[in-house]
Each structure stands twice: as C-alpha cells, then as structure tokens.
C-alpha cells in the first residue's frame, strides 16, 4: 500500500511542481482569450474554472481511467509506474499544450493546428482521420452504453440507442453551456466522489494493495510489458482522442493563467482515478487470473462488483454512472469535435449566423383614429422571447405607402459601436476630389465603410471612384453578394475602355455583433489598426478595379477588440512623406504618437500632418477614415 500512496502524492506534487514548471516554459499571459473576443453564444462561451475543469475531465476520461486501468492492472502493480510518471510527464504536458496552442490559435481544431505548424498536406490527412475516428467513437460509444442500459433495465437495446442519438444530436448542436455545460459537472464530480470512495473502502475494510514490482505477472506472461501495457493505459501518457477534445475547453477559457488547472489539471485527475482503480482491481480480485476472468465477461461487471461491495447502494448507483454516463459523455463530445473539425476544415462559421433579423407586421399605425404602434412595448417582448437585446432597424408606414399593414424590422443589438471620422482634401489646383467615400448600414446589421481613388485627378478620377461606390452602395444594400458585387463593378469599368476608367477600392465590413471585420483591398493602402498603442498593418496585394476581366476576390477576416482604432486611407496620404523609403511606415508612427482616442480628431492630425508633408501643397487627393471600436 505504500507504493501506492508514493504514487498519488507524486501525482498531486506533479502538478504543482512539474505542472508549474510546464506552465513558466509557455508563459500564458494576459492577452483576451477567443472566449472573451469572439463569444459566439455556441461554441465559444465564457465559463467558470472549476466548470471548465469538471468538463475537461469527462471529456478526456470517459472510461478510460477505469476500464483502462484495470486491464492495465493485469500486468500487476509495474502499472502505478507507468500511470503516474505517463501522466506528469506525457499526458499532462500533452494536455497542456494542445489547449494551449489551440487557445493561442482561436480555439482551432486539432486538425487545422496540425496545418498550422506542419503545413496544408499534414492538415488534409488529419482531417480526414479525425473525423472518421470521432465518428467511430461516437458510434462505439452509442451500442456499448445502449447494450448495458438494456441489461440494467430490460427496455430494448433499440430504444435506447434512438434515446442516445437523440442527446448526441442535442448535445452536438446546441450551445456548449446549455448542455455539456451543465450536465458534464455533475457527471464530472461524481467520476472523483466514485473514484475517492473506492479508495476509501479499499482503505477502511483493510483490503491488500501490492507493493511495486517490476515483474510481468499477465497470467501465462503472454503479453510483455512494453508494449501491451502502454497500448492499453494509452490514456494515462499521450492520448490523440484528448488532442481532440482540448479545443472544444480552449474556447471557453476566460484568462491563460487558467491553462493549467484545466488542461493539465484534469489530466493529472484522470492519472489519480486510474491508479485507484487499478489498485482497487488488483486488491478487490486477489491476483490476475482472477481478474481476467472478469474481463473474460465485461469489464462493467468488475465494476459494478466492487461498487457495490466496497460502496453499498451508493455504490450502485455510482456504478450505473461509471458504465452508462461515462461512455456517453465521451461519444457526445466525439460527435461535437467532429463537426467542429469539419467546421474548421471548410472555414464554415458556427455561430448561430450571429444575430436575428424579424420582421413585424401590424394593423397601420392611424394616430387620427387613436391607434398608434407601440414600437418600444414590441422591442421589449422580442428581447424577452429571443434573450438578447433587439432594436428597430427599419419601419414601413402602411398610411404613408397605401398599404394595410405597417412592416418593423427588428434586429440583434451590436455588442460593439464605431464612431466614425472622415478628413478630405483636394489636390491642389484640381477642382474636384478624384477619392470617394462610403459608409453605411447594410441589410444586415453590418456596416461599410469603403473608399475608392480613381487614377489620377480631376474629374475622369472622380467619375471612376463615384461609379465604383455608387454600385458598390446600391448593389450591397440590395443584398447582392460581396464577390459578385465587386465582379459586376469591375466588368463596368472595363467596359468603359475609351476612358481608362480604374479605380482602387478599399473596403471594411464590420460586424460590430460578432466583433469582427471582413475587408477586401483592390490595389489599395494598408489598414492600419492600433490596439493598446501599438499598430498593425493589415495588407493585401491586388490590381485596381477596371484592368482585367476577371478578378479574383480575396476576402480577409479580422478580430474586433474593445479600443480599437482603424485607419483607411488613399494613397495621398501615405505618399505624402518622403523621408522613408518606405512610405507606409510614417503613418505607423505617427498613430503610435497620437495619444487622442477620438476619431474625428485622429482623422484631423492624419491629414494635417499629410498637408505639412507636402509643404501645404497638395500633391494628390488625401482622404481618410478612422473607426473608433468601442465595447457597449
């Protein structure tokens, strides 16, 4: 019995020490976690630690921590070598490090983590075998707890598995806090009170725990110790199937400092419930044929045997949780991990499309005849059915527009508000500005921002950056596609040949529910985004709308954080100084040295430090636009 308790109290100093010592080599910091940046509502959901580590737990465990060691066990108490030193120094590490990479890569798949670091060959086959084996197990973990649950109750095993399916499906597509997150913990709990009251019975009826021996005691030593031993408590040390359960936890993890309660943590926990179960196999049965013969039936026997012997009727009921439960919550996280793998793969969005749109339709409004539409008593009562802010978007007067009905379209509130500042000036001597802006609401709730420079100056630039966000406007606000708007204002300008009409488009697109921004750069300048004092550039090379036929749209996705600023521009602005040879780099520092976070005024300093450039004498046209994001 002393090997065994050397054991566990190398397991719970593992973690604070070699954990710790894990956790100072990766340095997690204090940057916002996708958790908190993108927070869909689904799939990334902010939760609590000790939730979070409850989850992860059964998760990773399943049945591993107890059928696993008590197969393990037949090799004799060699095991409590191999689970301690595979957990601290294999699987918990392990576990570390696929939450935090994932974590650290928007809570990615292990499969597109794979891509990251070795490259789009290594991701496709990953792919392709994550997805087959998540749904093996899934299926697995659907017949086996169908087939006991119709030994325990005599309903038919039929019946059941169309019950388990019903909540994989649940549990696969619905919110991770609605279902796992509130179930998981529960089960989670009780997989450790099981684990402690085996222990504590082994301990109190004054049951034999074999002291450590490196000798092969597997009946007959068919099978050696390396490596059937390792195979079968593969769960202990480095687990492909743990890999793939991490980032559905890395995404709802609030701050890094919380990596390694809940990823090496759990690990070290599902190390301590496999070495006292498979102490408990060894002490319960008195030596290896004896247990084999139990395997010879079903594990779940051995199980249920010394549940209730060392336990009573809790232990039963303990049981009936160990063998049914445990295998279910395994097969409900494959399913999810496999959508979320396939998700990832195809770049497939998982919210829930983000944000509501409704329609409303009432009698007309006729505050004559004392009927009058109460626009805030319905806002309140979609708020109250959908469970999150909802505003008017747009109205139709049915008594202005001759039509019997009034038509109030109501839609998710943003989390995020842009203020917005826009700064113009002319080329000097030119009569017009050759640059065009934009920004609108969309259909949708989103807003464009968008500026166009036509080539050259003057008013043949003009007609061309006008034409382009015109269209741009009308065919948006249409509800045309992103792809097919800009194909259908390239062909327009390629097919005004005689007047070499192009123009460079720059355009943002910025949900301000998700907190994100698409943008899309035909030969234009950087984005600049300032985020705690630093700026980024956000690039990208194409030719300018009105050259070629056919253009290939390249769109590019962006976090929104709370303080951001960005910064559109014209090329004016940026060819203005002439003391970097490269050019971009002067508007850098110079946001980094502006200490105002108000947009109109950030926009004033831009352009008028561009007009000193040129010695007050405007080169080219100048435009600039700056957002201000700013958390509701």
């Not at 049965?285 to 051995?302: D, K, S």
């Not at 969309?442 to 003009?462: C, F, H, R, V």
């Not at 947009?599 to 430090?609: N, W, Y």
Request: aromatic share 10%; glycine share 8%; net charge negative.
């Amino acid at each position: 019995m002393i090997s065994f308790f050397i054991c566990l109290a190398l397991l719970i100093g593992g973690y604070f020490v070699y954990g710790k010592i894990v956790e100072n080599t990766f340095a997690p910091d204090d940057r916002e976690t996708p958790a908190v940046r993108i927070n869909d509502g689904v799939d990334y959901v902010v939760m609590p630690k000790w939730k979070l580590f409850l989850v992860q737990l059964l998760n990773i465990a399943g049945l591993g921590p107890i059928f696993g060691a008590m197969q393990g066990a037949l090799w004799g108490p060699v095991v409590f070598l191999w689970i301690t030193f595979g957990t601290i120094f294999a699987g918990g590490v392990h576990d570390f490090l696929s939450g935090y990479l994932s974590l650290k890569n928007k809570g990615v798949s292990a499969s597109e983590l794979v891509g990251i670091y070795l490259g789009e060959g290594a991701r496709k086959v990953m792919v392709v075998f994550s997805v087959v084996l998540l749904v093996l197990v899934g299926v697995v973990f659907v017949t086996g707890p169908a087939g006991l649950l119709n030994t325990l109750t005599s309903v038919n095993t039929q019946v059941w598995v169309v019950v388990i399916f019903a909540y994989y499906i649940l549990a696969t597509v619905l919110p991770v806090d609605k279902v796992i997150g509130k179930i998981y913990p529960i089960f989670g709990a009780a997989l450790i009170l099981m684990a402690i009251g085996i222990a504590g019975g082994l301990i109190f009826k004054g049951y034999h725990i074999p002291e450590l021996t490196l000798q092969n005691y597997y009946p007959d030593g068919a099978k050696s110790i390396f490596p059937y031993l390792f195979i079968t408590i593969a769960c202990g040390a480095i687990s492909g199937f743990h890999a793939t359960q991490s980032p559905l936890m890395a995404r709802c993890v609030e701050h890094e400092r919380e990596i390694r309660p809940v990823f090496y943590g759990s690990m070290v926990a599902e190390g301590i419930i496999a070495l006292i179960w498979a102490a408990a196999a060894m002490a319960f049965y008195h030596g290896e044929p004896q247990l084999q013969a139990v395997f010879g039936a079903t594990p779940a026997v051995g199980v249920n045997q010394m549940s209730v012997t060392l336990l009573g009727h809790v232990g039963a009921a303990l049981a009936v949780l160990g063998v049914v439960a445990c295998p279910i919550t395994s097969g409900d996280t494959a399913f999810r991990s496999a959508r979320l793998t396939i998700a990832d793969s195809f770049n497939i969005k998982q919210e829930k499309s983000g944000r509501y749109i409704i329609d409303v339709y009432t009698n007309i409004c006729d505050e004559i005849e004392g009927t009058k539409c109460n626009i805030k008593k319905i806002s309140k009562i979609l708020t109250k059915v959908f469970n999150e802010p909802m505003v008017m978007q747009n109205q139709e007067c049915g008594l202005r527009m001759q039509k019997d009905m009034c038509k109030f379209t109501y839609i998710s509130d943003d989390k995020f508000t842009a203020q917005i500042g826009i700064a113009k000036s002319t080329k000097a001597g030119s009569p017009v500005s050759g640059d065009s802006n934009l920004h609108i609401k969309l259909n949708d709730g989103k807003y464009l921002l968008a500026i166009s420079d036509g080539m050259g100056s003057g008013p043949e630039a003009m007609k061309s950056s006008k034409i382009a966000i015109k269209m741009l406007e009308r065919l948006l606000t249409a509800g045309f596609d992103k792809d097919v708007s800009l194909k259908l204002i390239n062909s327009t300008l390629v097919a005004n040949t005689k007047e070499d009409m192009y123009a460079t488009l720059d355009i943002e697109i910025l949900d301000l529910f998700n907190g994100n921004m698409e943008f899309i750069k035909n030969s234009a300048c950087p984005t600049y985004v300032k985020r705690n004092g630093e700026v980024q550039l956000l690039k990208s090379v194409a030719l300018p709308t009105g050259i070629l036929n056919n253009v290939d749209l390249v769109v590019y996705d962006y976090d929104l954080q709370d303080g951001d600023i960005l910064v559109m521009c014209s090329d004016g602005i940026i060819d203005s100084n002439k003391e970097y040879l490269n050019k971009q780099v002067w508007l850098k520092y110079l946001l980094e040295d502006i200490e105002s976070t108000d947009a109109q005024k950030i926009a004033d300093i831009i352009i008028g430090e561009a007009i000193d450039n040129d010695f007050g004498v405007q080169k080219d046209d100048m435009t600039v636009m700056v957002a201000k994001i700013k958390k509701k």
